[in-house]
Structure formats: structure tokens, C-alpha cells
């Protein structure tokens, strides 16, 4: 996953891994949380702007 500059297009920092496959990805209504599902690793990516460069997943493994 890659933050983009919205006035530039231009990258910012480094690419963060997030899983294998990505197939869907969703924003926050406040524009503050990216969430970036991985079906095949049962789990979602969670980035925060007020924290770039970090990444958080919620497990959605079938119990």
C-alpha cells in the first residue's frame, strides 16, 4: 500500500506491506481511516492518518 499526494499525485514515504491480495478498499466518511480488505489472508488493514506509516489489521478469520 502507498500513500499518494493528493495535490501532487506524487508518492510519500515508503510502500507499507499489507497481505497478499487485495480486493477491496474503503474510507472513512471523515477521510481519516483507509481499510484495505485481504480475503485470502482473513484480515483487514487499517491506516491512520494521524499515524502514516503504520498499519493495523482486524482478524476476520470464520470462527
Known amino acids: 500500500m502507498s500513500a ?3 495535490n501532487t ?3 510519500v514515504g ?3 506491506p ?3 491480495d487485495p480486493a477491496a478498499i474503503a474510507v472513512s466518511p471523515d477521510n481519516r481511516v483507509v481499510y484495505v480488505a485481504h480475503p485470502s489472508d482473513s484480515k483487514i488493514a487499517v491506516f491512520r492518518s494521524d499515524n502514516p506509516g ?3 489489521f482486524i482478524d476476520i478469520k470464520p470462527r
Open 14 to 16: 515508503r510502500p507499507i
Open 9 to 11: 499525485n506524487a508518492g
Open 18 to 20: 499489507v497481505g497478499s
Open 54 to 56: 503504520t498499519v493495523s
Open 4 to 6: 499518494i499526494d493528493a
